[in-house]
């Protein structure tokens, strides 16, 4: 693909995120103000819609095109995710439901070939039978798609970590990968909302139909990384389980914590609140979102630079 197709990507991002927030602005649909939330302005949860329908104009196009870029397919669990996150973003939808709809898209992607069969030594598994890969892989994905949703709390950080994933798996890559055309118009679409979520009045925020969305890319990218295909650069041998789990370390940790103290708690571990570890930043270290988000994101990459150096 041509870098001109690129800067089109950016700007029809740009254009729809805009215009869609207008749009909600008008009918006065804004982010609600609670005990958890992190800003005071008015803002509204349009940035998934932007992002979504982006990939999906640019890939609509290819298609009746007949260029193949990636496997079209993948936008059957890409839409039910951001359908499911639209429907939580205006009716609060139970997390039951969310639950089971998730299981259902694990289900269709394992079906697509995205499912972890081999462990590479963690807690002493390498193959493992069929369905133990099934039950596995379905696991994983619930864990991966919350633990993206859980971090968007603060402004740029969901953002930040997805395009950092996506980014270093494909330059680990010896060889550009099936998904590769995809992450690359994904990582595009994703670049306006820095613009937007950043802006001190009428911020853009993922809502769920973007962090449910961006965490079902993550999981599908990383399901392929666990895969068979995916080979590392020479020069850049590691575990390839201690690598997914490295390049998605804060939402893994921030995920345990806070189910961990809500349980403790006798609450929901999905009834949200801000004791989350960036919240935690925000409140004693300082009350800039850039500096939080990017202070994780340099700790992240160092400690995968000690994981590398380690291992080679």
Known sequence: MDIPLYFLVILLSGLLTYFIQKIFI?????????????????ATRTGGIGVFVTLLFISLYFYFNKIVLFDYSLFIPLSIMFIVGVYDDFFNADFKMKFLLQIIVAKIIINQGYVITNYYGLFGLYEVPWILAQISTVFVFLIIVNAINFIDGIDGLAISQVLKTLLLIEFFSLQQTDLS???????????PLYFFNLKNNNKVFLGDSGSLFLGTLVSISLFYVLGNEYRFKPNFQVNKTLFSVAVIFYPLVDLLRVFILRIKDGKSPFIADQRHIHHLLLNKLTKSHISIFSFIVILELFMLFILFKINN
């Open 26 to 42: 008008h009918y006065k649909k804004f982010d609600d103000f609670n005990h958890r939330s992190s800003h005071k302005n008015l």
């Open 181 to 191: 055309p995809l992450i690359y118009l994904f990582i595009a679409s994703l670049i």
